[in-house]
């Protein structure tokens, strides 16, 4: 059983930046960050696929947020930068056996993380 371990989540202020790690305990295909608020489904921000490095990213995301990844380390970023209140979320690390579709469907991917919590206030 593959484990996710986030960190870096916090409060910043509008216009600000964050990073968020997730370290895996073993090798998958691909992981990507998710994110969820008490009133919407969980949705996909950035995926990245461990050999080759190709990435894909939410509308939202895109422009502003950075997936990068250490696979010395097994280990994934997601770079944020701009956030609004809008960002405010539980952020999660996935991981799966597979490539994830461009949507960045929830149910590619097996193994979540506990999760991370991110709150863009002033």
């Known amino acids: 059983e593959v484990q996710l371990v986030e960190s870096g989540g916090g409060l910043v202020q509008p216009g600000g930046s964050l990073r968020l790690s997730c370290a895996a305990s073993q090798y998958t295909y691909s992981k990507a960050w998710f994110r969820q608020t008490p009133e919407k489904e969980r949705e996909g921000v950035a995926a990245?696929?461990?050999?080759?490095?190709?990435?894909y990213y939410s509308d939202s995301a895109e422009g502003r947020f950075t997936i990068s990844q250490d696979n010395a380390k097994n280990t994934v970023y997601l770079q944020m930068n701009s956030l609004t209140p809008e960002d405010t979320a539980t952020y999660y690390c996935?991981?799966?056996?597979?490539?994830?579709?461009?949507?960045?469907?929830?149910?590619?991917?097996?193994?979540w993380g506990q999760g991370t919590p991110v709150f863009v206030s002033s």
């Open positions: 996935a991981a799966a056996d597979g490539a994830p579709s461009a949507v960045l469907f929830p149910g590619d991917f097996r193994y």
């Open positions: 990245i696929t461990t050999i080759g490095g190709t990435t």
